[in-house]
């Protein structure tokens, strides 16, 4: 079983950056797809964003395109979200996940098969 750990939200104003991680434990990281979701309250968990492999390919959904950036760095077993101009509709509790296999672009929550704990980001207005 695989631990994701998660770490970097925070409280921060409209307009701000803050960047999440996600450690994963075990050897194999850079078998794994990697991905980002949140989740705000009273609102179903969402896709966020996801990454190949290698890191040479990422899926973005539209309400993050252009200001969230996932990458990776397999030698350190971890996934960054580096998210620009933050909007209070971005508050939520953001959530690490893997998924075994090759295919990126799966946007599903189903579809992954690991979840960390989750790091909470509140954006003020």
């Known amino acids: 079983q695989v631990q994701l750990v998660e770490s970097g939200g925070g409280l921060v104003q409209a307009g701000g950056s803050l960047r999440l991680s996600c450690v994963a434990s075990?050897?194999?990281?850079?078998?794994?797809?990697m991905g980002w979701f949140r989740q705000a309250p009273g609102k179903e968990r969402e896709f966020v964003a996801t990454i190949s492999r290698s890191g040479g390919s990422t899926n973005d959904a539209d309400t993050v395109k252009g200001r969230f950036t996932i990458s990776r760095d397999n030698a350190k077993n971890t996934v960054y979200l580096q998210m620009n101009s933050l909007k209070p509709e971005d508050t939520a509790v953001y959530y690490c996940?893997?998924?075994?296999?090759?295919?990126?672009?799966?946007?599903?929550?189903?579809?992954?098969?690991?979840w960390g704990q989750g790091t909470q980001v509140t954006v003020s207005s």
């Open positions: 075990g050897r194999t990281f850079s078998t794994y797809v």
């Open positions: 996940t893997l998924r075994f296999g090759s295919t990126y672009y799966y946007t599903r929550e189903t579809d992954y098969d690991s």
